[in-house]
């Protein structure tokens, strides 16, 4: 008995007749079924399964597509066209033709092996015309990018054979889509020699309206006449345009033609490209759930038990233990791989999102026919049956199977860095074990990679919003643990958070975010580190010039950091790295014998520089005077210093903006080329100095010198220098000091 006879509802008799209603709810959860599968890291297609047979008329009966009538067909095909515009759009050549052997071979011979396989053991076991059994063939060509991803994640093979296993996924989509396109439009045209014509017209009026497409797509984005804000909106407009011109010019042809515009704007790769193909990723991610709901909807179970009273189960055990076998052994033959590495590729094919899509859409045209070549349920079923058992059982068990032939990799334990900058490059080095702790940096600063790859780092020049970059990199592939958004942008930080989360477990991703900053806890996604510490950019300055240091301790109960500034950043407890929230929780999160990894900061920036500096007392009547004085004390301490040169820039930054800070103070501050650190002097003016336009006087001046290229560490001091003046007693032990030391003691205390 179905479900939905035995609990009849309203809502299950409004289904049934209302359109819009199907539509609406194959959207909705679809979408919802979609980001439940990723929370979940399972392959999409099992969820949107089991939800369209829960939902259809062998479940609840809430979806009924057949309530759409005739336009199930046009919503079908003009999403399945959209999909494939979209796989078209991601096909680079390029990357091809640096694969492996094995990978071109799978391309090519493979396909070939799996495309005239399957449809011989069609052709014998279902009795069918060789023409349908060929088209059968086609639509299991296809492995599927959207399964094998996280089902690679999942079992962590080895990094070569999760090469192969995902560049074949992500290659071939486009390989099988033309194959079954060219194959159905075979069997439309009856299969047969006297339909030659016809098939050709189709194939090459969808090929050159295609052709026509694309180019005109690159060529209006190359000229920039589609403004940057709507470029997404254009490019899904025309994709939509050229199916809709090549279905009126010749029907069933306009898959093909989309296909090959989708293939050509990739090719040509217009400036816009990644925005696009965002875009389209997130539009058919919506298309993808709503099209399986609603032709999973359809099956009948009835269907598939014919097809296993028809023999398919022996079609089944060909294609996953003969076919697949073959394919590798052929495709693999010469190659370095080992019987063990072999046996795991055979096992590993599941069918996808894409197969499935096209053999509901071929088979809704097929029943539209007065008198189809073949049989569209037995399609449908062959198809579904073929996706459901390499998902399912190979699937669920390949983990195993790779773990009882020992090519199973530990579990993803490996960081992310996102900023390769000098903190983060050394901070990569602190925490990288040979065997045991990989690091790989990323950052779209060119110049950072080639430091960090000059330093033995592994390091990707990419956004680290484009977190599939990593998984698509041979040498990092699937070993990405954990997480951490190092740059000096707080809320880019925050955007690169949520979007590893979509590839991690929240509890795995990392930020660097100031305790002060707006955003509270309950708002972000993952966890922020080293709320304490300054910018990382500043870090990194302390670092270079040997200011801040990585200390290693050995942490025991009851202990406590050693006195002064000091950072804990990591726990190391056995293989497992930890980050650290913030300096109060370190008691909280480390264990006897663990290795807490500390950045210890020495004495801040403004006590470093005036250690380099002095204490000098001076009359002045105006402020070029002030600014002789100071320049000529400089180079009278630092001879390689030219006088002439500070009194210029010193002159040049009062024209422009005085450096008043108020309560009396001055912080005339310039860059020097031929300074190796920075020097501070506290100039202490005896009378005092009445400005021109301002309320109040000048007391007491910092003077800050800072060599050029010290962006961070200049800035850093002078915010040291503001904190430090805030204080009304400070000011005044300043004001009254006798010595230098005076100053350092007051500020240190």
Known sequence: MHLNTAFPSFLAMATTQNALWALCLAVGAGCLLTVLS???????????LAGGFALGS??????????????????????????????????DIKEFKRTSTVIKR??????????????????VVFDTSPAFALLMGSLIIVTGPTVIVPLLKRIRVQAKLGSILHWEGVLIDTIGVFTAILCFEWVVEGGSAVALPNFLIRVVSGAAIGCIGGYFIYWVMRKNWVPDNIVNAFALASAMLIFGATEIIKPEAGLLSVTIAGLIVGIKKPRQLREIKAFKAEIVDLLI???????????????????????????????????????IAVSSWGTPLNIREKMLLSWVAPRGVVAASMASLFALSLHAKEDPIGDPALLESFVYSVICATVLIQGLSAGMFAKVLRLQRPAPNDWVIIGAHYFGRELAKKLMRQDEQQVMLL??????????????LPAMHCDGMEAEKLYE????????GYVLALTDNIELNQLLMQRWAEELDNEKVFGWIPLDAPTSEDQLTGQSVFGDLSRPAVIGSELMQNESSFEVVEWEEGMSLPSGDWHPLFIRRGKQLRAI??????????????????????????LRALQSGGLLTVECSN????????????????????????????????????????????????????????????????????????????????????????SDGHLATLADIAKTCRSDRLRKQIKTAEKVEDVITAISA
């Not at 799978?106 to 052709?123: D, M, P, Q, R």
């Not at 009835?302 to 073959?326: A, H, K, N, T, Y």
């Not at 950052?443 to 033995?456: F, W």
């Not at 913030?582 to 004495?603: G, N, T």
Request: hydrophobic residues 50%.
């Open 473 to 480: 990199n041979e040498q990092a592939l699937f070993g990405a």
């Open 623 to 710: 402020l070029d005077d002030l600014y002789k004085q100071l320049a000529s004390v400089a180079v009278k301490h630092i001879e390689a210093l030219s006088e002439e040169q500070i009194l210029e820039d010193l002159r040049d930054q009062g024209r422009v903006s005085p450096a008043f800070l108020g309560h009396g103070i001055a912080i005339p501050h310039v860059y020097c080329d031929d300074l190796d650190y920075r020097v501070c002097f506290v100039a202490q003016l005896s009378e005092g100095l009445e400005i021109t336009g301002q309320t109040e006087g000048i007391d007491f001046a910092f003077f800050l010198l800072s060599p050029v290229g010290d």
């Open 58 to 91: 062998e479940g609840f009966g809430w979806l009924d597509p057949d309530a759409l009538g005739d336009l199930l067909p046009m919503i079908v095909s003009l999403a399945v066209g959209l999909i494939l515009f979209e796989g078209g759009l991601t096909l």
């Open 289 to 327: 759930g709503m099209l399986f709901l609603l032709l999973v909807a359809r099956l009948e179970l009835e269907q598939f038990i014919d097809f296993f009273e028809m023999g398919g189960g022996w079609v089944l055990f060909s294609v996953i233990l003969l076919i697949r076998p073959i394919s």
């Open 38 to 48: 990723r929370r979940l890291h399972l392959p999409t297609i099992v969820l949107l």
């Open 443 to 456: 950052d779209t600063n060119a110049r950072n990679i080639t430091l960090a790859q000059k330093e033995g």
């Open 581 to 606: 929230p913030h300096d109060s929780m370190l008691k909280e999160l480390a264990k006897d014998q663990d290795e807490v990894i500390c950045l210890r900061r020495y004495e801040g920036f403004l």
């Open 106 to 123: 799978l391309l090519t011979v493979g396909v070939l092996i799996t495309w005239l396989g399957a449809g011989l053991t069609a052709y």
